[in-house]
């Protein structure tokens, strides 16, 4: 049946319990060889997601599909799979979906993007569509393809746009086992089907596929002279992870645990290819050993890694790359202090913190002597983990408008990413703090970690140093926007910044945009508008957790203090029972500390607030492994909020942004403003709404803004 002028088109977005599910994935299977293998999981996924838009015949049949993917970090919108049967293509199928598509997206997002191979067909439909080509990339397929990445702007002014783009091109790195890479040399069968999924151009531009050198060694035990010829050089393609020696061969003997007592010589190699991966400070490792698989969380727990399906890395790939930035998880065991330095321990920092390939001797000793001469202007704080230094930092308070920081350096390791979004986000909560208007990075030898934590804090670089606003402003949308081209006066070197801020606030106001408004908010954090429509509550937690999640105070009160592990977390998670289901995202949350065991001072009192970002409702083992990343909760504290049953589901919420106020509210003030607002006494046994009125009283005391 072909297309027909009288032909109704319906348009539908489904859920993972459509009964047109089964149509989808196999119209996908049928398509395989240019959409690239998408597993069952996946489709799941995004239909729970509402991420698959359908089309429907007269008959009420599928006759194609879009599946796209949202990427938060740089609101973009990207397509994953455009499919129309064959029998329907050039009746306006495709462009229905693609139009549904921008009508769905084009208040929240900056815009829409997919990858496409330039020798097919399929490319040139993108320019009728509206597309632009932006530029290419390389392809992944064994015939060494060009990929043209299309872009459609939904037009608006773009605060983020440069820095977004910057980021996008830190990919993740996944080293993939022998058995995987086997499998994608293969023409395409039931055997490696799973594995070809890691080739879909979508991927690409977030995920790069690695090797270690012992696939060499793989190849090499092939008896074929010709593949082994074929073979190598399709590894030539893959990036090559490598470690040092020493380094990998300890972690060898710390796997061999995992491993069986006699060796074969796969064995051995995939012991090798494994411990390079993880010396070399890779996360993720992709195998379909199931032997290795069944002992993941063993070998997580153990060396950090992620051992993970084909699958899991198509799955979850917008996860793996929040996860791949932040790994709280590894401070576990460590101590960690922060003091500030001490002139004569200028060769020792030095040691640790020169830029060794730009920076002299004496141009590191001169800067860092600047900032200990002027005690008045400057605070330079040295980090320890463990005795050992891992990171510098000094501030600058000449300018009362701005908090300067001359010095930022990180030691080389795992850590580093995770500290320095910590220290940032430490230093604009001072800066706002203290009433200064912009945090400004100077330092001129800052590592590729330092910069993709600034970019992803919102930070922009302006001749050679960057820059974010930060004033703490609690005020209506209009007046914010009105305060920010106050700034552009004050600062003109910066005015176009401030505006286009501005334009932002305007645009999201007009368009009754909560998500591109509330996106503007956090971006000039700890800022707070008022008419951002978004819920507010009130969550009782117990000193044990609050400890342990963002009150340091209570903290020092503890014999041990809160866990290592959390020291520098920038968002979290809070696991409880899932009734009442109150909770919501995206949504504010102030913290009320209850008494709880312990006899801890301070408690009975709102202490922070924070941002809700995710609400989660599932059983407790698959909570548990989608946020063990944070490094908040040991498997038997999740456990005992199911009540120790596997099959309860329980809820989980994500948040970030914290801010501690310098003026807790103490219960005898919150009974009687509870009394005022609510007409109610106070009682706080589970999360409670609260109106945004009672929010920003709470919030403002809690600050000491009266």
Not at 102 to 125: F, M, N, P, Q
Not at 129 to 134: C, D, I, L, Q
Not at 239 to 258: G, I, N, P, W
Not at 289 to 302: G, N, P, Q, S, V
Request: include cysteine; aromatic fraction near 10%.
């Amino acid at each position: 049946m072909g297309c027909s002028g009288g032909q109704l088109l319906k348009v539908i977005i489904i859920n993972e319990d459509s009964a047109y599910l089964g149509d989808i994935i196999k119209l996908g299977n049928e398509n395989s060889s240019t959409l690239g293998f998408l597993p069952r999981g996946a489709y799941l996924s995004y239909a729970a997601r509402g991420q698959i838009i359908v089309v429907l015949g007269n008959d009420n049949s599928v006759i194609g599909y879009l599946l796209y993917n949202i990427k938060n970090r740089g609101m973009i919108v990207s397509i994953s799979h455009l499919c129309v049967k064959q029998s329907h293509r050039r009746c306006g199928v495709g462009l229905s979906l693609v139009n549904e598509l921008k009508k769905r997206t084009k208040d929240l997002y900056r815009g829409i993007r997919i990858h496409c191979r330039r020798d097919w067909e399929a490319s040139k439909v993108w320019p009728k569509y509206g597309f632009t080509a932006k530029h290419e990339i390389p392809g992944r397929s064994r015939a060494g393809s060009t990929l043209t990445v299309w872009w459609f702007d939904h037009g608006h002014p773009d605060l983020f746009q440069l820095a977004d783009e910057q980021r996008l091109k830190s990919k993740v790195k996944v080293v993939i086992d022998a058995n995987v890479f086997f499998d994608l040399q293969d023409n395409i069968k039931a055997t490696n089907k799973e594995s070809l999924s890691l080739l879909a151009d979508w991927l690409q531009e977030d995920i790069e596929l690695c090797l270690t050198q012992e696939i060499y060694n793989e190849i090499n035990r092939n008896p074929d002279c010709a593949e082994r010829k074929r073979s190598r050089m399709f590894a030539e393609s893959f990036v090559k992870v490598t470690s040092a020696d020493d380094e990998s061969q300890k972690v060898q003997q710390a796997m061999k645990r995992f491993f069986p007592s006699q060796l074969d010589e796969h064995d051995e190699s995939d012991l090798r290819q494994l411990a390079i991966a993880i010396a070399a400070n890779v996360q993720f490792f992709v195998t379909r050993d199931e032997h290795l698989l069944d002992r993941a969380d063993e070998i997580y727990k153990c060396l950090n890694v992620q051992l993970m399906r084909p699958s899991d890395i198509v799955i979850q790939q917008d996860s793996l790359l929040r996860e791949s930035e932040y790994q709280a998880y590894r401070l576990a065991g460590s101590f960690i202090e922060s003091a500030r330095v001490r002139s004569k321990q200028n060769t020792l920092l030095q040691n640790y913190f020169r830029a060794p390939q730009e920076e002299t001797k004496g141009e590191f000793r001169d800067r860092l002597q600047y900032c200990l001469a002027n005690p008045q202007s400057f605070q330079t704080e040295i980090v320890r983990g463990e005795n050992t230094p891992i990171a510098l930092i000094s501030y600058n308070r000449q300018d009362k408008r701005i908090l300067e920081i001359p010095l930022l350096r990180i030691a080389q390791g795992t850590l580093g990413p995770t500290l320095s979004r910590y220290l940032l986000l430490r230093a604009i909560a001072n800066a706002s703090k203290e009433s200064r208007i912009l945090t400004k990075v100077s330092d001129n030898y800052l590592s590729d970690g330092v910069i993709d934590a600034l970019r992803e804090n919102g930070f922009f670089c302006y001749n050679g140093t960057w820059i974010k606003a930060n004033p703490h402003l609690i005020e209506q949308a209009t007046e914010i926007a009105r305060t920010l081209c106050t700034y552009g006066e004050h600062f003109p070197e910066l005015k176009k910044y401030f505006h286009t801020i501005s334009n932002l606030i305007h645009l999201a106001v007009s368009k009754k945009s909560t998500q591109v408004l509330l996106r503007v908010e956090k971006s000039i954090w700890s800022t707070k508008i008022l008419d951002l429509d978004i819920p507010a509550f009130i969550v009782p937690i117990r000193p044990i957790w609050a400890m342990n999640l963002f009150d340091s105070k209570i903290a020092r009160q503890d014999l041990f203090g809160s866990k290592p592990s959390l020291v520098f977390n920038v968002e979290n998670v809070y696991y409880r029972s899932r009734r009442p289901e109150v909770i919501k995202a995206p949504a504010r949350i102030l913290w009320y500390v209850s008494k709880g065991e312990g006899g801890y001072q301070g408690i009975q009192s709102v202490k922070a607030c924070s941002y809700i970002d995710e609400v989660i409702i599932d059983k407790p083992k698959s909570l548990f492994a989608r946020f063990r990343r944070l490094g908040v909760y040991e498997w038997r504290d999740v456990f005992e909020v199911a009540n120790n049953d596997l099959d309860r589901e329980i809820m989980a919420f994500r948040f970030s942004n914290t801010e501690l106020f310098d003026s807790p509210i103490s219960l005898s003030d919150l009974r009687h403003i509870w009394i005022e607002e609510s007409g109610r006494k106070f009682h706080l046994q589970t999360p409670r709404t609260i109106s945004t009125r009672t929010f920003y009283r709470l919030y403002k005391l809690g600050n000491g803004i009266i």
